[in-house]
């Protein structure tokens, strides 16, 4: 290690990452992608019965994704603490 610093919330970029893996069907495939595209997510891997998606935002937006993908069921979830 070289160094640490503080920074404030104020000077730095908060993000988290999320991989979540959804059940998937093909009758509500259609639903599962029209919620990654509101939230500038991405697919990264599909299966016959599920989706693998990726997503980077703040908190509130890791939340509010993972509250609509719920829904559909979650087979799978691995999500980062906050970076800045």
Same mark, same amino acid.
Request: aromatic share 2%; net charge negative; proline share 0%.
């Given at each position: &290690? %070289?160094? /640490?610093? $503080?920074? #404030?919330?104020? =000077?730095?970029?908060?993000? $988290?990452?999320? &991989? @979540?893996? *959804? =059940? ?7 639903? /599962?992608?029209? @919620? @990654? ?6 697919? *990264? ?5 599920? +989706?693998? /998606? $990726? ?6 937006? /890791?939340?509010?994704? +993972?509250? $609509?993908?719920?829904?559909?069921? %979650?087979? #799978?979830? @691995?999500?980062?603490? +906050? &970076?800045?």
């Amino acid at each position: &290690m %070289i160094g /640490i610093q $503080e920074m #404030e919330d104020k =000077n730095s970029h908060q993000r $988290e990452l999320l &991989m @979540v893996k *959804v =059940n998937s069907t093909g009758d509500n495939r259609s639903k /599962i992608e029209a @919620v @990654v595209g509101k939230y500038r997510a991405s697919i *990264v891997s599909q299966a016959s019965s599920s +989706l693998t /998606i $990726e997503a980077i935002g703040s908190s509130a937006e /890791i939340a509010a994704l +993972l509250g $609509e993908l719920s829904s559909f069921g %979650i087979k #799978e979830l @691995v999500q980062s603490g +906050l &970076m800045r």
